[in-house]
């Protein structure tokens, strides 16, 4: 049975898991499920990913997760019990994924990348917070530290919103306020720019925890021999020292550690590291010191049983180079320091010159030679740290301390170190000719004699020993050691002890003695009682010798042992001091116990002489803070001692002397010692009986703050009223403890008096002069404000600069005077602590402001700092305190004054509120605010809102400053008081009002501050959070204010202010960018529609209930809200749409009652779409607003159903259509319009489309003239520059040559009429000119010349009529390319509505052939499916969801057959004619109709060629136009057979012609081949196959109709052979003498063609005498007529269906991605027998060679080119092309054609295209400007 789960609540499928049985859930991998019911083993729910469907699975399947259930009944919500992190981490990756694929789509592969990258180290991450629990909870807050950088990092970069955190995890907007919202997004923001430019040492200084540095020596890999102690430190090469302990590793001879326990574990961790300390220039620096001979190489120099320690090399490491490295790494990383050796003179210097890169004279062992150690960055408390790693427990790792004191020195740390540095020596030769070799021997003695046992340490790792003997530099008088040790002396062994040093001469002779010849001493401690000074000591030498005993060290201890000391020392018997040698050592103490200060060593033992107290503790105040922080627990020890000892005698000392440690821990240096003193305080402090005298004297201090010679004293106590109160309440808190509460009255009378005191001090009115120390340090020159330190530290900052000048007492009560709350609470109940705050506030005086410094700030700050404190937090003291709260912050708003202070108190104010509302009521409060503050907030944000749009109007931009950080302030603050507003406030606040003036006031304020934080973008954009909450304030403020609006506005008291600022408002608001729904991720999408709905509809639905309430006032807003209106409903929201319509049918009604029509409405509804929409705005579904294509839903109807039931419904419904046609164009050019890249074609189409509607359909003719610019622009990007000139040409025509004076437009200054054509023309010609159409600009140029003829400006005229004979000139000699042009179809419903199921013709681009603009127009439309064949698509492909392109090449017809069949035309002037004003083209289909002629299939080959009309002419306006109507028509094969002999003789003329006039004598191939080629193929059969197909009896006798073209084949025929006999004289003329055997064949193929048509004329020839030919349309044309223009012919086999053909792959010119070629081709079924014979009888029926241009290709063929063309003519796999694609070349070396005689088993195909050659003819005027208009009307 399945019952409901109580806990099982949750799961994630841990298998895949599907099954065929019925009501199973299909689960995947890692899914999340949602578990309802259990039963026997199974689970019933629904996928977190398909909550719509339900069903069973396994519960083995599935892994159950902790949840809790927030939302209980049918909509219940299940949230995971995990770690906030994690959980965003996991959203997170589902949202990233989608996006980074997109990365890789947008070819942002570097991004994709590093997307990738950080998404696989979150993953990891996730893992190891999903393991927390072997974590340390300092270990948990790293990893959440680098996840959430992580986050932010791959947001940012992603494009998404701005994460607000609080301790690393997620915010929820409702359980914080709204500025504390806003702090946490500051927060945020600067995290994401800190890690953005972070590195890694920046990161680890900012931490705020000790660094500890672990270092692992791995080996040494020098094979010295000897054995060997390695030392190891950090050093500061900035300040030239030393800043750790040493860590002493000893060697064997073999390279291994000594103690066999350490082999594989010689582990050192350098502690204490500060943040200060990683800045440092740190360096490792290891030092090699050798045991063994004096000289290692030379035996001779000493026994081998001697052995001195000796220096052998060094090697640093830069800890900058590596510290980015290993900071980033969880293990260890290794690193080699080379070793060098150096001459022992400098050996002490040795690190810092290889750190200051002066190691070149120095020498290493090899270049592999050094020491190998890995290091490791630690971080934390190092008791945490041993805690989570056990093996920092081992003996193996050895603690090495920083020199000196951490940062922080903690009650109990106990530490007593003497470092003691051996630094040079300067000695005698002693008579020697060498310099002696000096070892020096140090001792720890009593003042006895007896050593001092293991309290010498030479480094860390190693055990303490009680005799140390120096490293020996050779032959070296003048020795400089620099050898640091460390003397832990214990601190009762200190007092007496004394330091030995005794210098032996180390002999290397034979018996290597070590002869003693001196000594030094020096005592530790000084009679005084203090120890030995940190610094360098020069010590007396005395003499000696190896017989001295030192068994009576008081023989030496009596005589001086440094210069300090002469005259307590005398004459000694025993010893006598060398004057000529000295001995230098430095000292530095680390004590907690012991000082080297005489007068805080006397305080600390006031016992010993009690007489001289006072003078003691007035001494305090000359002792160094250093040495009062060290010593701070046992100064407050002896300070209370003293007080108990003598509180009348003693009392006022010891308060001042505690008053000065205070304060001292006040300055930034000392300033983290304030927590020793709280940990004293709480833990240490024992003075029961203090509190009495602490207050006596505080109350006295108080009292006398009127003196002018008590104010320094006064001042400090003020400064240190904090811990004073401190010390007070604790020690009335351990004698209330001890004695059971006694004395409490009387305790409680003490501080009221005390408050009476301290309100007397605070209500002086007089300022001085003295100065005053603050609590929070001066800002740095990073700070800046409020983000980085918080407003109330920024505030203390500004008050505490050093230049300001002195604020008076009360400035320094105030700004301690809250940090005694905490205090007086342990004491007393919260009303009463409120009580004496308020007494305390209120008896603030107004002062007059002091030069420089703002009392009113200082007031402000007092109270900031008791709004954020405790006290506060309690609604009872709120009572109390808020009224004066309030009454001071509204002042301060008032007079605009001290407003970040203000924003900050009032972000306090509100936090606590918040936090309180949580569990209590706040309502009486907020009404307080409201009351207060409500109006003056919205005055003060109106104030600082026009501040910025001024600057930004002066500068030019936006003042970020002012905007983001006050603005931001404040308007959190507003929204966080509406936020609390209900119905009973915003009741309580329109009843305060006295008068309708004053409401109005109020609500114009709201609306325009509301508007203004929608307009100047307050929040970043990707502060999503924070605007989605801000418009959810907004939305339910209006929804409170909108009746009090409707009651006090309308009718009689109708304001259009009012109104008007409320509509924009609502418009403003549903447009907004962070509301757009269909603009997020669904995940994103979905939370925001679950948590706020669309508010974008419930703002539409009050938008529209206030227009329904305004009745006849409509009228008001027409045609002002249209295009705000209209703004609306192009928002992607079909329910927002449907509220909105029936808002234009109320204005078109209104206006229509008004004026009869509505054509104020139409006329701004049309200009606002326009606008909009090419904006950007608007989709698809947009136009069925304003129709009744689909079924609208929703409460609304249509537009048009509404007018249909008006009485003007003819000119609403004509409306209506008009503009739903006009949205179909412009939502197409909007669509052209978007992404990255703008795609030429479909932009400019649209564009077209738009102007002709406008033209057209509207005449809106300043829209028309817009979009003629923007098309003329778009053809200049592109360089169509003659397409750029017919479209400006449509501007030109509409002006005329007129003097009236025409205003500014566009780009066009004001001018008169007649100069703004004038400049338009010579713009056109400009352009006709760089489109190398010049005869489309001569007709202008004579329009221009006309023109100032006939205001006789003749300058101009010969400017223009030289320009006009100079581009006469261009058409004779500058070289024009043919264009191609291309048929292109548009099929499927996703095409623009422009394109869609039409079909164009387009002229193509110079060299463009068809593959290359097939991938061209692929491109543009990457969805679209190229078609295979070019039959006319069925009904089906038309309207499928799909789109398909259909392209191949067309054959211009040209319309000025005259000029073409002229044979005196320069062939420049057709070849224009041929290819330009072109409105037809067409493309030819061969095929065999009946039986088919196996012999001669020319009987039964016809040609069905269709005609294309375009609806104007191209070039034009654009590059491609529709296609108006197509014409098809059948050719016979007796016509095709005209037609293709026709031009064949057209060909040769116009190369005979042309080379007739050129004569160029060394290169006439083309001419050969050519000749080759037509007799070569009449011999060979190719007229023959003519002959015996239609002159034959039978073919003449079956087809009388056709009598006439039979006569004219004959004709054609031999007209074909005179022509080849003018051209064969030509080429006897021309021909090279090595050409003459080819000129010779040429003639004998001549003769045998020309016997074989040799018979004369038949009968049917004198039947007809005169020659009549049928032309095309009517089959009847003269003989120069363009009938043989045949486009692309196809020969098919019999039997074949044509819109079955597959392309040929030689012939195919389609890519093989997406097309097939549009020349279709099959094959003949000719055997392979004939293919070689037909062959040659093929080639006379050449197709007519169009060459690119024809005026020039001739004489640019080069002798390698025209030499393979002979080859091929004459080869019989010669294939000529006919496709009008390819240039000439191609056509005639390229072996692949559509006349394909392919080998094998295929049969021949025979492609018959007929492009006809011109001929020669006298020149005609070109059409005129006017005709080449392209009018649109």
């Known amino acids: 049975m399945w019952t409901l789960t109580d806990d099982e609540k949750l799961g994630v499928a841990i298998f895949t898991f599907r099954s065929c049985v019925p009501h199973t859930l299909t689960l995947e991998l890692g899914e ?715 305790f409680r009378r003490s501080i009221q008096e005390l408050f009476q005191s301290i309100r007397f001090v605070v209500s002086l009115d007089r300022p001085t002069c003295e100065t005053v120390i603050f609590t929070q340090p001066c800002p740095g020159p990073s700070q800046t404000g409020p983000p980085a330190l918080g407003l109330v530290a920024y505030s203390a900052q500004v008050l505490s600069c050093n230049t300001l000048p002195l604020p008076p007492l009360s400035v320094a009560v105030l700004n301690s005077f809250p940090a005694i709350f905490d205090e007086l609470l342990h004491m007393f109940s919260v009303q009463e602590v409120a009580e004496f705050v308020r007494s305390t506030l209120v008896s603030l005086p107004s002062m007059p402001e002091i030069p420089g410094l703002s009392m009113g700030a200082v007031k402000l700050q007092s109270i900031a700092r008791t709004v954020d404190s405790r006290l506060f937090s309690f609604q009872e003291s709120r009572q109390i305190l808020l009224p004066v709260v309030l009454h001071h912050l509204h002042l301060h708003l008032k007079h605009q004054k001290e407003l970040i202070m203000c924003s900050g108190v009032l972000t306090s104010l509100f936090s606590i509120i918040k936090s309180s509302s949580l569990d209590a009521s706040v309502q009486e409060e907020v009404d307080m605010i409201v009351e207060s503050l409500l109006d003056v907030l919205l005055q003060t944000l109106l104030s600082i809102m026009s501040k910025s749009q001024s600057q930004e109007a002066v500068r030019g931009h936006r003042c970020l400053q002012c905007t983001a950080e006050i603005s931001g302030e404040f308007v959190s603050c507003l929204l966080s008081l509406l936020r609390h507003m209900t119905d009973v406030h915003f009741q309580h606040l329109m009843e305060n009002f006295q008068s309708k003036e004053v409401l109005k006031e109020f609500v114009m304020k709201i609306w325009c501050v509301f508007r203004n934080l929608m307009k100047l973008s307050i929040f970043p954009r990707d502060w999503n959070v924070m605007r989605l909450l801000t418009s959810h304030i907004i939305l339910t403020t209006v929804k409170h204010l909108a009746p009090f609006q409707l009651k006090n506005f309308v009718g009689a008291d109708f304001d259009f202010k009012v109104w008007s600022s409320y509509f924009s408002l609502a418009v403003l608001y549903i447009n907004q960018p962070s509301l757009q729904l269909e603009n997020m991720t669904p995940s994103k999408r979905r939370k925001v529609f679950n948590k706020y709905g669309d508010m974008r509809v419930t703002m539409t639905y009050e938008l529209f209930s206030m227009w329904q309430n305004l009745s006849e006032n409509k009228i008001h807003f027409i045609p002002g809200m249209i295009g705000p209106f209209l703004g609306v409903t192009l928002v992607p929201e079909v329910e927002v749409r449907n509220i909105m319509i029936p808002i234009f049918h109320d204005m078109m009604d209104w206006e229509q009652r008004k004026n009869g029509n509505f054509k104020q409405v139409e006329a701004e509804l049309i200009d606002k779409l326009d606008s909009l929409v090419s904006e950007g705005k608007g989709d698809e579904n947009y136009r069925e607003l304003f129709t009744l294509l689909t079924q609208l839903f929703g409460p609304y109807p249509s537009l048009l159903e509404k007018i249909e039931q008006e009485t003007w419904r003819e000119t609403g419904n004509s409306f209506v259509t008009s503009v739903t046609r006009l949205m179909e164009r412009l939502l197409d050019y909007r669509d052209c319009a978007k992404g990255d890249e703008i795609i030429e074609n479909k932009k400019m189409g649209c564009t077209v489309n738009l102007l002709n509607f406008y033209k057209s359909e509207i005449n809106k003719e300043e829209m028309y003239i817009r979009y003629i610019h923007k098309l003329c622009d778009m053809h200049l990007q592109a360089e169509n520059y003659t397409e750029a000139a017919f479209t400006l040409l449509l501007y030109w025509e509409l002006l005329h040559w007129d003097e009236r004076p025409i205003k500014d437009f566009l780009h066009y200054p004001a001018q008169s009429e007649w100069h703004r054509k004038e400049a338009l023309c010579r713009k056109l010609i400009h352009y006709f000119n760089k489109g190398k159409c010049w005869e489309f600009g001569i007709p202008l140029c004579r329009e221009l010349a006309f023109q100032y003829e006939s205001l006789y400006d003749y300058p101009s005229l010969s400017w223009i009529r030289k320009l006009e004979a100079a581009y006469f000139d261009h058409i004779m000699e500058h070289q024009r390319l043919e264009p191609e042009f291309f048929r292109v179809g548009f099929y499927g419903r996703k095409f623009p509505f422009f394109l869609r199921n039409k079909e164009f013709v387009c002229r193509g681009h110079d060299y463009e052939r068809l593959e290359a603009f097939q991938q061209r127009m692929l491109g543009e439309f990457p969805q679209a499916i190229a078609m295979q064949h070019p039959n006319q698509p069925d009904e089906a492909i038309r309207q499928c969801d799909a789109q398909y392109i259909q392209i191949y090449a067309v054959t211009p017809v040209p319309e000025a057959l005259g000029i073409l069949q002229l044979d005196r035309v320069p062939e420049q002037i057709k070849s224009f004619y041929r290819f330009n004003n072109v409105r037809r083209f067409r493309y030819d289909r061969p095929f065999h109709k009946g039986p088919k002629d196996r012999d001669n299939e020319f009987k039964s080959l016809w040609i069905e060629r269709t005609t294309l009309i375009l609806a104007h002419p191209l070039p034009g306006i654009s590059r491609w136009f529709e296609v108006e109507r197509r014409e098809l028509v059948e050719l016979s094969p007796l016509e095709n057979a005209v037609s293709v002999v026709e031009s064949k003789n057209r060909e040769l003329r116009t190369l005979i012609t042309y080379y007739q006039l050129k004569h160029p004598h060394n290169n006439i191939n083309l001419l050969s081949m050519t000749l080759n080629g037509v007799v070569d193929a009449a011999v060979n059969g190719g007229i023959t196959r003519y002959q015996e197909a239609f002159f034959d009896n039978d073919y003449i006798s079956n087809h009388h109709q056709d009598i006439d073209k039979i006569t004219q084949l004959k004709h054609l025929m031999q007209e074909q052979v005179d022509t080849l006999e003018s051209g064969l004289a030509l080429h006897d003329r021309l021909v090279h003498p090595e050409m003459r055997p080819l000129h010779k064949k040429l003639m004998d193929q001549f003769h045998v063609m020309k016997s074989s048509l040799g018979h004369g004329p038949t009968t049917s020839d004198q039947a007809y005498p005169t020659r009549q030919i049928v032309s095309p349309e009517g089959f009847k044309v003269h003989r120069h007529s363009d009938v043989g223009n045949a486009g692309n012919l196809l020969i098919l086999a019999e039997n074949e269906d044509f819109f079955g053909i597959q392309a040929n792959h030689s012939s195919s010119n389609f890519s093989s991605n997406h097309s097939a070629s549009s020349h279709l081709i099959a094959s003949s079924l000719w055997t392979n027998k004939e293919k070689s014979r037909n062959n040659r009888e093929m080639m006379m029926l050449l197709p007519p060679l169009r060459e690119r241009p024809n005026s020039i290709m001739y004489q640019n063929l080069s002798e390698s080119v025209q030499r393979p063309f002979l080859h091929h003519l004459n080869s019989p796999a010669c294939k000529p092309r006919s496709d009008p694609n390819l240039s000439f070349t191609e056509k005639v070396v390229s072996t692949s054609s559509s006349w394909s005689l392919d080998s094998g088993t295929r049969e021949v195909v025979t492609v018959l295209p007929a492009h006809i050659a011109s001929i020669s003819a006298p020149p005609v005027p070109p059409r005129s400007a006017v005709q080449h208009g392209q009018s649109l009307s």
Not at 428 to 452: C, H, M, T, W
Request: charged residues 25%; neutral net charge.
């Open 32 to 746: 999340t499920v949602h578990i309802v019911e259990k039963c026997d083993g199974w689970f019933r729910g629904f996928s977190s990913r398909r909550s719509n469907i339900k069903g069973i699975f396994p519960c083995s399947y599935i892994h159950l997760k902790k949840c809790t259930v927030t939302t209980k009944g049918p909509d219940k919500v299940v949230v995971p019990v995990e770690d906030g992190v994690v959980i965003e981490v996991t959203s997170t990756l589902r949202e990233w994924a989608s996006l980074w694929k997109q990365l890789y789509v947008r070819h942002k592969v570097d991004l994709f990348f590093k997307v990738a990258h950080v998404m696989s180290e979150l993953m990891e991450l996730r893992r190891q917070l999903t393991e927390a629990s072997q974590l340390t909870q300092q270990q948990k807050r790293d990893l959440k530290r680098h996840v959430t950088a992580r986050l932010d990092w791959g947001n940012e970069h992603l494009g998404l919103d701005l994460v607000p955190r609080k301790e690393f995890e997620m915010v929820d907007e409702n359980q914080i306020s709204v500025s504390d919202l806003y702090k946490l997004h500051l927060s945020s923001r600067n995290n994401v720019q800190q890690n953005s430019q972070k590195n890694g040492v920046g990161d680890l200084c900012r931490l705020p925890v000790a660094h500890h540095l672990l270092i692992n020596l791995k080996s040494f890999t020098n094979n010295i021999g000897e054995d060997s102690d390695v030392f190891i430190w950090l050093y500061d090469s900035r300040e030239g020292k030393s800043i750790s302990e040493k860590f002493l590793v000893r060697l064997n001879k073999n390279g291994g550690a000594k103690n066999p326990e350490k082999l594989d574990r010689l582990w050192a961790l350098f502690t204490d590291l500060s943040n200060k300390d990683m800045k440092r220039e740190l360096h490792i620096v290891a030092q090699v010191i050798r045991t063994g001979r004096m000289l290692p190489n030379d035996h001779k120099k000493g026994p081998p049983h001697v052995r001195y320690r000796r220096p052998y090399g060094c090697g640093v490491l830069a800890m900058c180079d590596v510290l980015q490295t290993i900071s980033e790494l969880k293990e260890e990383r290794d690193f080699v320091l080379k070793v060098y050796m150096c001459n022992e003179s400098e050996w002490y210097q040795i690190h810092e010159n290889i750190i200051r890169k002066s190691s070149t004279k120095y020498s290493a062992p090899g270049n592999n030679y050094g020491l190998i150690i890995s290091l490791q960055l630690l971080h934390g408390d190092l008791e945490e740290l041993r805690r989570e790693n056990k093996w920092l427990l081992s003996g193996s790792v050895a603690v090495t301390r920083k020199l000196g004191f951490p940062d922080v020195i903690m009650p109990g740390d106990m530490r007593n170190d003497l470092y003691l540095t051996l630094e040079r020596g300067e000695f005698e030769r002693g008579g020697k000719s060498v310099p002696k070799n000096i070892e020096v021997a140090l001792y720890v003695l009593y003042a006895d004699g007896e050593i001092v046992q293991d309290c010498i340490n030479l480094g860390c790792g190693e055990t303490n020993v009680s005799e140390h003997r120096s490293f020996v530099l050779y032959h070296n008088n003048s020795p400089r050691w620099s050898e640091a040790i460390k003397l832990p002396i214990p601190i009762d062994q200190f007092r007496g002890s004394h330091l030995r040093f005794e210098f032996r001469h180390c002999s290397t002779k034979d018996k290597g003695d070590k002869k003693l010849f001196g000594f030094s001493f020096t005592p530790l401690m000084r009679d005084d009682g203090t120890t030995l000074s940190d610094q360098s000591h020069e010590l007396f030498v005395y003499k000696c010798d190896e017989n001295t005993t030192f068994c009576n060290p008081s023989l030496y201890l009596a005589l001086a042992c440094c210069k300090d000391h002469l005259n307590l020392g005398g004459p000694s018997v025993a010893f006598q001091r060398s004057t000529r040698e000295t001995f230098w050592i430095c000292t530095q103490l680390s004590s907690t116990k012991l000082t080297q200060n005489v007068d805080l060593l006397a305080l600390l033992k006031w016992k010993t002489h009690p007489d001289r107290v006072g003078d003691i503790l007035s001494r305090l105040r000359h002792v160094s803070g250093e040495e009062i922080v060290k010593f701070l627990q046992d100064i407050l020890d002896t300070l209370f001692n003293i007080l108990d000892d003598n509180t009348d005698k003693y009392g006022p000392l010891v308060f001042q002397s505690l008053v000065f440690v205070i304060n001292l821990l006040r300055d930034g240096k000392y300033f983290h010692f304030r927590a020793v003193m709280d940990t004293y305080i709480h833990k240490h402090f024992a003075g029961a009986l203090a509190y009495k005298e602490l207050i006596r004297c505080l109350k006295w201090s108080m009292e006398r703050s009127a003196e002018a010679t008590r104010q320094d004293h006064i001042q400090d106590v003020m400064l240190a009223l904090e811990y004073l109160f401190k010390f007070i309440v604790q020690s009335r808190s351990l004698y209330s403890r001890a004695t059971c509460g006694m004395e409490e009255d009387q």
